[in-house]
T-cell receptor, first 113, second 113 residues
């Protein structure tokens, strides 16, 4: 199993540009989520999904969109990049039970200038 | 609502000495508790979890954690620290009724040679 994969690893955007961060998992996990990690802020949940066709907002959803057309894929779209979105982004997946641990991707480091 | 507190931003320990990284939680209902480790420029990796039963949980790389219901704590421990244990450690809680885990802000563990 490849686990959770994320592309790209690094990205530089100009303010106002849009892009999609890709996330895929091959473990047949229903639950997937996106986090951003900033120094001193820990992990903040952006959006999550409990299955194909079902998504919901997390703690910091503004400026981001998601969709879940398949169990495997959960892309994160930045609509109009802003410098405040400079961060490291992690995708995670797990089974839906509360006792299930999460599996994290390697992250995407995004810089918005 | 559920919450997790990691009261120490940083823990310093000498190699060979025992280490403890503290975590306390607040939930309604029975908690599922997790520890994750993040090495530099990597995603989070699952270390161990408490679901039910024995209060002492053993995990990867020689780590263990003790669940204390009366103190609502789940401290991470290791009898003899290694320099390679230096990393960022996150505690997380989930309940049976919630898909969404809550993470602490993380504790940086520094093991000195």
């Amino acid at each position: 199993n490849a686990g959770v994969t994320q592309t790209p690893k690094f990205q530089v955007l100009k303010t106002g540009q849009s892009m999609t961060l890709q996330c895929a998992q091959d473990m047949n996990h229903e639950y997937m989520s996106w986090y951003r990690q900033d120094p001193g802020m820990g992990l903040r949940l952006i959006h999550y999904s409990v299955g194909a066709g079902i998504t919901d907002q997390g703690e910091v959803p503004n400026g981001y969109n998601v969709s879940r057309s398949t169990t495997e894929d959960f892309p994160l779209r930045l609509l109009s990049a802003a410098p405040s979105q400079t961060s490291v982004y992690f995708c995670a997946s797990s089974l839906t039970g509360g006792s299930a641990e999460q599996y994290f991707g390697p992250g995407t480091r995004l810089t918005v200038t | 609502a559920q919450s997790v507190a990691q009261p120490e931003d940083q823990v310093n320990v000498a190699e060979g000495n025992p280490l403890t990284v503290k975590c306390t939680y607040s939930v309604s209902g029975n908690p599922y508790l997790f520890w994750y480790v993040q090495y530099p420029n990597r995603g989070l990796q699952f270390l161990l979890k408490y679901i039910t039963g024995d209060n002492l949980v053993k995990g990867s790389y020689g780590f263990e954690a003790e669940f204390n219901k009366s103190q609502t704590s789940f401290h991470l421990k290791k009898p003899s620290a290694l320099v390679s244990d230096s990393a960022l450690y996150f505690c997380a809680v989930r309940t049976g009724g919630s898909y969404i885990p809550t993470f602490g802000r993380g504790t940086s563990l520094i093991v000195h040679p």
